[in-house]
């Protein structure tokens, strides 16, 4: 069977890890973040490169892959799908007020040249009105893009039953009894 590029484009902090995870259980070889892109030309290289919008080097990673989450995946997901036509995304969601404490207690008052890059500023700490704003928008033109292509897009809020047969579904591919993981609850709560 031929899988589909799976790009999961729910901001960081909505389950990404969890949804990796489950695409992984699901035979999809699973990239999450930015990790091996650091990894080949460092962080300076690879944010001058997503400031630039030269995304060559990962759509070359991309292309070894097939299913991708977490930074920068979501926020490039208008040129992934121009790139890898026929591709697949799940856009997880989870409540704002939520979403932003839990993105204040993970990063706490630091601040990082890939939030700087996300958002405008790197500190979600003393930047509340922008993250919001800026998860909110996002969010709403995702599901603005998709409009006319319904069968490419699955929504997925954090708390929504049965993940696993809605993903399945999504892809096309056989339930196999595989319970929705949770990862990173420890550090939400």
Known sequence: MNKPKVFCVGFHKTGTTSI????????LKNVHGAGLIRSA????????????EDYELFFKLAESYDSFNDNPWFKIYKTLDQHFPNSKF???????KEWYESAV?????????MRLWLYG???????????VNVYR?????????????PSDLLVLPL???????????????PENGIVFPHYNKSHDH
């Open 20 to 27: 990796g995870k489950a695409l992984e259980a699901l035979g």
């Open 41 to 52: 030309v460092g962080d300076r290289r690879m944010m001058e490169m997503l400031f630039r």
């Open 90 to 96: 799940i856009l997880t969601l989870r409540e704002e």
């Open 105 to 113: 207690r993970y990063f706490g008052k630091s601040s990082s040249a």
């Open 121 to 131: 500023k790197g500190n979600p700490h003393e930047n509340r009105e922008r993250f």
């Open 137 to 149: 928008k996002h969010n709403l033109e995702v599901q603005d893009y998709f409009t006319h292509r």
């Open 159 to 173: 708390n929504e039953l049965n993940k696993m047969n809605k993903i399945t579904s999504f892809l096309g591919l």
